[in-house]
């Protein structure tokens, strides 16, 4: 194998697991230590510059980052990186002072952003510093777009929502609400140099089953139902509710029509339990409020009789699998299941809606009447028009909402000033040594098992009575403290200088995980298996290092080493060391 360049920056930054499965590359061993040191508000702003809304994500998240931290590697549970970040928000001080300045002469360049959802925030957040003048339109009557219609407030006040969407409208945003936007070619005409489209997926989906014609009073979408809660316009619901889907859409409608009196609650999803979309937390939130779910299970009609609905008729299936794993739903030939029901909430997915797009603007659209959109840049076939969030490629979540949105505020900075759009800024990297001592290091470097530790929850009567009520309460310092003590701190990297390196074997002898071989190269096939501990997880690279005098190689299996820093400690030669490794994403004007 050749040696590894460590040079390039995209080496390390692929073993810090958890900032490179997040859509914004938050660096989060960062944050966590500056919570470990309670540093909140410095925690805070390292995350408000990656993930902008760190009290919302840090309630809300999808969490892509936990599944892929290394501390999962040592015990079951993965450090709860999403509610550190809430420790963080919920412990900071006023952050005013190091919001970026907004210059008081414009720079003459106009950008339109249609949706005042997480993706064009971001991109506002982006340009305002740079002086740009912005126009945010939006049918709500406030910022935050799905965050706002979407998202219950047990799980997210709206004092918390208001204050991180406030930080960006702050910055001299005209934002017009209570506007729906009707025709993308009346913006154009108004001759804003870029336009931004971040409208999300308003539009759910249903299910045209036999009797749905009579039953349409007593059916509603999943979301829009959800909406009509946030809104306001609706503070109850029937006693008995059939919430139909398996996503995280479907555990908001069944946990809140609990709270709004629904007394025989059920989800019924036609996969298995295990197959579902939803985040296991929130199938857990759920079951823990007394909602039960019913797995294969197919909707098949609903059930009228003498004009009145009645219910829905199920019908029973199994999952089988073929040998490349594709699922078929096979009836079990069992009776039709009943389920008596008063509401029908229909939470089986979303989709995109552009009938105010009209179609001779210069937009080409695809697959699914999508518009083509550059994955890169954002930008569509029109130059102009950059989408972003689920507007562009259909339903995800806010963090790579926002991850889109910081690529398309470079983007459109790049457009307005005449330049290739395709030439990205290169990310902020640092790699400096932690060495404090021959034995001492400027992190904490043990590794001790340590199970994650439980948010705790409001009483369950408490948080059933109103829906208003936070359902999690969140960690508090102490508790916050001993979990960030739980991160393996990925980011402080095992760097090998070969010329030092005297083949005395030290770090092999010393090292937990036996991730460190002295051996003969070779083909990376052969190589992983002759190493000390065989080397399996081919998504993880090898570290192999220059030509050693005995024409040997260092091969460390960067899958399963701890950062732990016992071989730099015991190396005789520093030909180890403990180098921190910040990457930074580029923002707009960076």
Same mark, same amino acid.
């Given at each position: ?331 079990? !030939?069992? /009776?039709?299941? +009943?389920? &008596? *029901?008063?509401?029908? @909430?229909?939470?089986?997915? %979303? ?124 960690? !508090?310092? /102490?508790?916050? +403290?001993? &979990? *960030?003590?739980?991160? @393996?701190?990925?980011?402080? %990297? ?97």
């Amino acid at each position: 194998m050749k040696q590894t360049d460590t040079q390039n920056p995209e080496y390390f930054h692929k073993v810090v697991d958890c900032q490179y499965a997040c859509p914004a590359h938050t660096p989060v061993p960062e944050y966590i230590r500056l919570i470990a040191a309670e540093r909140y508000t410095d925690a805070y702003m390292v995350n408000w510059e990656s993930n902008v809304f760190p009290g919302v994500l840090g309630r809300t998240c999808d969490r892509p980052c936990e599944p892929a931290c290394r501390r999962g590697r040592v015990e079951e549970e993965p450090v709860a990186i999403c509610r550190l970040k809430r420790v963080a928000a919920d412990n900071k001080e006023d952050i005013s002072d190091r919001l970026p300045k907004i210059p008081s002469k414009k720079n003459g360049k106009r950008i339109a952003l249609i949706g005042a959802g997480p993706a064009s925030l971001t991109v506002a957040r982006g340009l305002a510093p740079l002086g740009y003048s912005i126009d945010i339109y939006d049918n709500q009557f406030a910022g935050g777009g799905m965050m706002r219609s979407q998202i219950p407030s047990f799980r997210l006040p709206a004092e918390v929502l208001d204050e991180e969407v406030n930080y960006i409208l702050d910055m001299g945003i005209n934002a017009t609400f209570d506007t729906y936007v009707d025709s993308l070619k009346s913006i154009l005409d108004k001759d804003y140099d870029a336009v931004f489209v971040g409208t999300g997926a308003p539009k759910g989906r249903g299910l045209n089953l036999p009797g749905l014609e009579d039953a349409s009073e007593h059916v509603h979408l999943g979301i829009d139902w959800l909406a009509s809660v946030a809104f306001e316009h609706r503070d109850s619901v029937d006693k008995k509710v059939l919430v139909l889907g398996g996503g995280n859409t479907a555990m908001d409608c069944c946990r809140t029509s609990k709270r709004l009196g629904g007394e025989d609650v059920r989800v019924v999803v036609r996969s298995p339990f295990e197959d579902m979309k939803a985040s296991p937390w929130e199938k857990e939130d759920a079951m823990h409020e007394g909602i039960p779910i019913y797995n294969n299970h197919v909707p098949k009609e609903f059930v009228i009789k003498d004009g009145k609905f009645l219910g829905m008729h199920f019908e029973k299936v199994e999952a089988v699998y073929d040998e490349a794993g594709k699922r078929s739903l096979v009836p079990t !030939d069992e /009776p039709l299941v +009943f389920m &008596e *029901a008063d509401t029908v @909430l229909m939470a089986i997915g %979303q989709d995109n809606a552009f009938p105010w797009v009209e179609r001779d603007l210069g937009i080409e659209f695809g697959k699914w009447d999508m518009p083509v959109v550059d994955p890169v840049t954002f930008q569509s076939t029109n130059p102009k028009v950059f989408f972003g969030g689920d507007a562009a490629f259909g339903p995800e979540n806010v963090i790579t909402a926002v991850a889109h949105g910081h690529q398309a505020a470079i983007s459109i900075d790049l457009f307005c000033q005449g330049k290739d759009v395709t030439q990205r800024p290169a990310p902020g990297v640092t790699l400096s040594s932690q060495k404090m001592g021959v034995h001492e290091w400027s992190y904490d470097n043990s590794v001790e098992s340590d199970q994650r530790h439980v948010v705790p929850l409001a009483p369950l009567e408490v948080a059933l009575s109103d829906r208003k009520v936070e359902a999690e309460l969140g960690f !508090d310092r /102490p508790t916050g +403290f001993k &979990e *960030a003590e739980r991160c @393996l701190n990925c980011d402080v %990297q095992t760097v090998f200088d070969a010329p030092r390196c005297i083949e005395c074997d030290a770090c092999v002898d010393i090292c937990p995980t036996d991730c460190i071989t002295f051996t003969d190269n070779g083909e990376e096939t052969d190589l992983r298996a002759r190493l000390t501990g065989p080397a399996g997880n081919l998504a993880q690279d090898l570290y192999v290092s220059a030509d050693l005098p005995t024409a040997r190689v260092m091969v460390k299996d960067e899958d399963v080493c701890l950062h732990c820093g016992l071989c730099a400690e015991r190396c005789p030669t520093s030909a180890w060391d403990m180098q921190k490794f910040l990457y930074n994403v580029m923002k707009a004007g960076q």
